[in-house]
């Protein structure tokens, strides 16, 4: 993004021009953001460890215009259940390029899961009868729970610690990847996901000592070799102007050295080592573009635009933080104010307060930032509204990469009994 005149412009392209073409509200990513934020984090972790590669968790952005930058780049695809599996055929990816990291599976996720011979990682060592009941998955992964989660996106709860559905507790990995191999499993890796938008480097290596520590004990007791680790995503971006970033090459530096000492004090041969993050490739890639439709004074001042909670939901879900940017605006003074969607809903208010330029005014276009990862992916049709149109920007051109949702997609899957009919 950039401003020159007060004017925003997305890539090379003026919103007001996005706006004038393709309607608002409208999701726009900057595919050079991309490619850039991908080459960094990749470049960053191959210094430290060559033996290194990245899952892109589709499940934060799943246009396929976006999920085929990242194959491009050289990405494979972490897929959260059997249709991003089917997703990440579309973009040309399956086998080990996937890695399925589903939960608590239905008889038909399995079977579709082992048809497609993607990576199986499994997240409860109880699924292993259910899945051999079905045939041999090639390699696999448990997900492991070491006891530990941390997050920083409001009030999202963390995907590890004894408080989270997800993953094998750590008391039970040895049993886990013994019965696999007493069943004539050949080929392991190993998986975790514990936190969510860190910024911290030392996170990194402090979670790669703790799975290292669970699996080093499971390998050199059962005499397996992992083929892989993977640390599960992530990487976090600030959401708040001033925030600091993620130092990637720390990071990078912190794991792969605690990844060798562990590899050397467990006797490892070196697995490769995976991540499979999204918000770090594309969460500050992409931006909503709204309109000012209508503005009240009553208890306070409220700022109406169409980007409401179910154009993006973190705010009203998470209390999550979006930075806000008026078209034209950016150099006139502040002022606090509230602003809000077009839903039927108070947690639709999702800016209480924010000093906001003070001649902010119907007709004006916003930008909200950092809307590239779990917005769209999230957004929903509540309230009759529907789901956005999505606009890739490189340079000066422009793309529609989905079209605005209309009223057949609030009724496509309707059928009305013919005695409701007359
Ligand atoms: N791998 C697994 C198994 C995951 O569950 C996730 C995200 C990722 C990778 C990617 O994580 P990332 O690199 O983006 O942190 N909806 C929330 C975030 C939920 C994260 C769910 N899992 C949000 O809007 O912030």
């Known amino acids: 993004m950039q401003i020159i005149d007060q004017q925003i412009y997305l890539e090379e392209v003026k919103v007001s021009e996005l706006a004038a073409i393709y309607g608002t509200p409208t999701y726009v990513y900057e595919e050079n953001r991309i490619r850039d934020n991908f080459r960094r984090a990749l470049r960053a972790f191959k210094k430290y460890y060559p033996d290194f590669r990245f899952f892109y968790a589709i ?67 109880g699924l292993l009868p259910r899945v051999l009941k079905f045939g041999q998955p090639e390699l696999l992964s448990f997900r492991v729970n070491p006891g530990y989660g941390q997050c920083e996106v409001g009030d999202f709860v963390c995907n590890a610690g004894p408080d989270a559905k997800f ?52 390998a050199r007791e059962l005499q397996i070799n992992f083929e892989f680790v993977d640390l599960g995503g992530g990487l976090g971006i600030p959401y708040k102007p001033g925030d600091y970033t993620l130092d990637i090459d720390k990071a990078a530096e912190l794991v792969a050295a605690a990844f060798r000492s562990k590899i050397a004090e467990y006797g490892l041969r070196p697995p490769r080592l995976m991540m499979e993050p999204a918000r770090y490739f594309v969460g500050d890639a992409g931006y909503i573009i709204g309109t000012v439709h209508a503005i009240k004074d009553s208890y306070k001042r409220i700022i109406g635009t169409d980007v409401s909670m179910n154009t993006l939901a973190r705010p009203a879900m998470y209390g999550a933080y979006h930075h806000i940017y008026v078209n034209g605006r950016e150099d006139e003074p502040r002022q606090p104010l509230g602003l809000c969607g077009q839903v039927c809903e108070n947690t639709d208010f999702w800016v209480r307060e924010r000093p906001l330029p003070q001649g902010i ?62």
């Open 59 to 125: 499940k934060a952005n799943n246009n396929l215009a976006i999920a085929n930058i990242l194959r491009q780049e050289g990405a494979g695809i972490d897929a959260a259940s059997v249709n991003e599996i089917l997703l990440a055929q579309k973009i040309g990816l399956g086998g080990e390029d996937v890695m399925f990291s589903g939960n608590f599976l239905s008889d038909d996720d399995i079977r579709q899961g082992l048809q497609s011979g993607v990576i199986f990682n499994l997240d409860d060592p």
């Open 361 to 422: 005014s119907e007709g004006d276009l916003i930008v909200v930032e950092n809307a590239g990862a779990y917005g769209y992916a999230m957004s929903y049709q509540y309230n009759g509204r529907l789901r956005p149109a999505e606009v890739l920007v490189n340079g000066k051109q422009h793309y529609l990469i989905r079209s605005r949702e209309n009223i057949d997609d609030l009724v496509r899957n309707v059928t009305v009994p013919e005695h409701l009919l007359n």
């Open 167 to 218: 993953g094998v507790h750590p008391d039970q990995v040895m049993d886990a990847y013994r019965r696999a191999k007493e069943a004539g499993v050949k080929r392991f890796g190993a998986h975790m996901m514990p936190g969510s938008c860190i910024r911290d480097p030392d996170y990194f290596r402090f979670i790669t000592e703790l799975v290292m520590d669970i699996i080093g004990k499971a």
